[in-house]
């Protein structure tokens, strides 16, 4: 399993692909915060829109485009008039399989947009560590195993056919991964923990400390994961991210900890024990800077937002 797997399994995310919009402008949608935990796509079928967030400059959109806001914030979706179709009121089907929105009426649509979401784990790492949008195109040779996957996302939705709110569902999830890798393989430098994956001996530590969280690691034992002096580990770690190594240990750590308590019923005390802390006063004390809350709390579903 290679640590990028390893952080996507942690964030335990799953996808929905909750709309089918098939729209006219003028028109301007409004998007309210997604709540915590959840981010939101946006697919282009057809047509084109620019995606405004405030204080950003605007996005873009065609056909072929994907767009995925990781912290699921705030955005006004806007579409410009179209001279052979015209906007009327907004309405609203479920037809089998995702609610179809509508303003067309009896006209072809200019833009016809899926929309979903993705559902994480609060403080995932690996979702802290994206940036504020993710673009890549479904179209682009460089991904050729996008333009199959939103296909039959598409074909799913519009024939409704038995089974198919649990294809869409599956289908919604594979799409995190494969956005996020044709990502990636766009990107010219990653920083950040992106950035300490795709470094071959830094990745080395990284992997290490989620295989092996209760390990008392030092700067020390990481740079020989890693096949470095201590000198030269701490040199590059520092040239790719800006957190230190036994911080990021205490993210992945926490992170594995909210995992367990979510998910099992161990007692704290094993949980702390499990991700490094021989004391359940001091895990719980940092879990509580992390998450807000105390770990027994968590537990019950008492997670700050």
């Avoid at 335990?12 to 981010?39: I, N």
């Avoid at 996005?59 to 806001?69: N, P, Q, R, S, Y």
Wanted: hydrophobic share 45%; with cysteine.
């Amino acid at each position: 399993m290679d640590a990028l797997d390893r952080l996507i399994q942690l964030a335990h995310l799953s996808g929905t692909l909750d709309l089918r919009c098939l729209l006219s402008g003028p028109l301007e949608l409004d998007h309210a915060p997604a709540p915590t935990g959840e981010a939101v796509y946006h697919v282009v079928l057809s047509g084109a829109c620019r995606v405004l967030r405030e204080g950003h400059a605007p996005v873009a959109l065609e056909a072929g485009d994907i767009l995925f806001l990781p912290r699921g914030d705030a955005h006004v979706l806007s579409i410009h008039a179209n001279a052979h179709a015209g906007s009327g009121p907004m309405q609203a089907r479920d037809n089998g399989a995702v609610t179809v929105r509508s303003n067309c009426g009896e006209q072809g649509a200019s833009l016809d947009l899926l929309c979903g979401r993705f559902l994480y784990t609060p403080r995932a790492l690996l979702i802290d560590v994206l940036p504020d949008f993710v673009h890549v195109s479904f179209t682009s040779d460089s991904a050729p195993y996008l333009a199959p996957l939103v296909g039959a996302m598409r074909r799913e939705a519009e024939e409704a056919g038995l089974g198919a709110p649990s294809i869409v569902a599956a289908l919604s999830t594979a799409l995190f991964t494969m956005l996020l890798r044709a990502w990636l393989a766009g990107q010219p430098t990653l920083a950040g923990v992106l950035g300490l994956l795709a470094n071959r001996r830094l990745g080395a530590a990284v992997i290490a400390m989620l295989e092996r969280p209760a390990e008392p690691w030092t700067v020390e034992m990481l740079a020989k994961e890693a096949a470095m002096s201590r000198a030269t580990f701490m040199r590059a770690f520092s040239a790719h991210s800006d957190t230190s190594p036994l911080a990021l240990l205490s993210h992945v750590r926490m992170q594995l900890a909210s995992t367990m308590l979510a998910r099992t019923t161990k007692s704290i005390a094993d949980v702390a024990a499990e991700v490094g802390y021989q004391s359940e006063a001091a895990f719980s004390k940092r879990f509580k800077e992390v998450y807000g809350v105390a770990p027994g709390r968590y537990r019950v579903g008492g997670v700050a937002g």
